[in-house]
């Protein structure tokens, strides 16, 4: 069977937030609503835990909430086909999906959904509720909880002034374990999160143009310039050098060919892809996220 892919070809990308009840998620979707100043998707299982400004409310149905800036929330009780469908059937691409996972969802079985004609996946991030893992990965939700860890591209420790040193070094030790190689990011609260998952979309100017730094942040931002035209070879080297604290890294490269290459570094996740036409826009510097 034939598929189309929507808006002339462009791909949009998708970042997946899990992690068990209780960990943060919607807050950190509320902080992510609140600072873009982009046109953005998010799916969640419930609309109305979304707490969402009455002012910034353009529209609303049973399923759906659009925004005075461009954004729509969707609920996904029906399915996730549904919901990327209904997107699908929008003249205009979001910028970014950001999909909320339920405290009992597997990242694996959703992923499949974030590469749907007109999608691509960018990561996953799984929050990690300091205060409450350790009981978790000893109760009944044991195995649940270990495949969202395993799952994730990267992981943020939250809840972490509700724990001592003690405690926050035997989760972290943990979570090392559960899955290893995958950086760690600490949040006191999750709204220093957001531009970490933010940056998977376009924004004004590119997938260069990153958010300010604010006081409360978690991380340092900072961009490599990188001599173009440049091949996958090149860029691949330039990636192994990074820190092992790089948490996220995006750019978009001319080959010596002429074409458009995506660089997009999600914690594990390394992917070098050629932009379709429908894509193509200015080139960037390297720009590298790094937890301290």
Known sequence: MEIFAPWDGRRVPVTLI????????????NEILARTDRPIAVMVNEIGSVNIDASLIKSKSADTVELTDGCVCCDISNGLAEAFQSLTERDVAPDHVIIELSGAAQPQRVEMWANSPGFRLDGVVVLADCDSLEANLEGSASHLVR?????????????????DEQKEGRVRLALSQLAPGVPLVSAIDVTGLAPLVAIGGRRPD???????????????????DIQQPVTR?????????????TVRAKGVFGAPDGTKLLVQVVGSRRLITQLPQAEDQQTTPLVVIEAP
């Not at 495949?147 to 724990?163: F, P, S």
């Not at 590119?206 to 490599?224: E, I, N």
């Not at 070879?233 to 604290?245: Q, R």
């Open 18 to 29: 899990g992690g068990y009840l209780g960990a943060g998620k919607t807050t950190l979707l």
């Open 147 to 163: 495949a969202q860890i395993e799952a994730a591209d990267l992981l943020a420790m939250t809840k972490l002034d509700l724990v």
């Open 206 to 224: 590119g997938v260069g143009d990153t958010p300010p730094q604010q006081l409360f942040d978690v991380h340092t931002v900072s961009s490599v």
């Open 233 to 245: 070879d090149e860029l691949n080297l330039v990636l192994d050098g990074l820190s092992d604290s």
